[in-house]
C-alpha cells in the first residue's frame, strides 16, 4: 500500500466508532518490518499511534523530512496525525486507482487539492475530488487540468499514473 519516505501502511481497515463514526486503523511498517500501528481516536478523540517496536523520532523525522520538502513543514506544526491522516488518504486514493487500472491499463487518476485540504482539517468524511481519466492525450489532458484547476479554485492536481506513484519518497507524484 501507499508509503511516505519507507513508512508504508498495511493492513488497512475502517472500524465503526460509538456514533457509528468511520475509524481508519492500520498496521504500519518501516522498510518493510512491522513497526506498530495507528488508529482514528473514537469519540473525537486524538489518533492512536503504538509503536512498541520502533522509536517515534524516527517515525517523525522521515514523515517531517517528507512535509518539509513539500513546503507545509510550518503549517504541520509538528503534527505527525495530520501526516498520518494524509497518507492515509494516499491509501483511499491507491484503492481507487488499483479498482480501475485493473479495467484499463492507461488509467489517470487526478486529485483535486488533496493536500491543500489536509492542511484545512480534512477527515475521511469530507468528500475528495478525483477524476478518473482514461485514453486522453496530453494536449486534452493539460486543458481538462486547467478547468479543473479553474472550477474547483484550487492550486494543485495530482495526476497518478502508475501502482508505484503511490510510494513517496521526495515528490515522485506528478504535481500540475
Known sequence: MASI????????????????????????????????YISDGDWGG????SFSNYDLTVIKQRLFAYAKHENFISSMSGDIEMLFALLLGYVNLEKVYKKNSKKNKDFILLVVGLRENYLKGW???SELVYWKL??????????????IKKSEGCSEVIMFQKQKDF???THDFIRI
Open 5 to 36: 519516505n519507507g513508512i508504508e501502511i498495511k493492513t488497512y481497515t475502517i472500524k465503526r466508532g460509538h456514533e457509528g463514526e468511520p475509524l481508519q486503523q492500520a498496521v504500519v511498517y518501516i522498510d518493510g518490518k512491522k513497526a506498530g
Open 46 to 49: 486524538p489518533m492512536v499511534l
Open 123 to 125: 477527515s475521511i468524511n
Open 134 to 147: 482514461e485514453n486522453y492525450d496530453q494536449k486534452d489532458l493539460n486543458n481538462f487540468i486547467k478547468k
Open 167 to 169: 510510494h513517496i519518497s
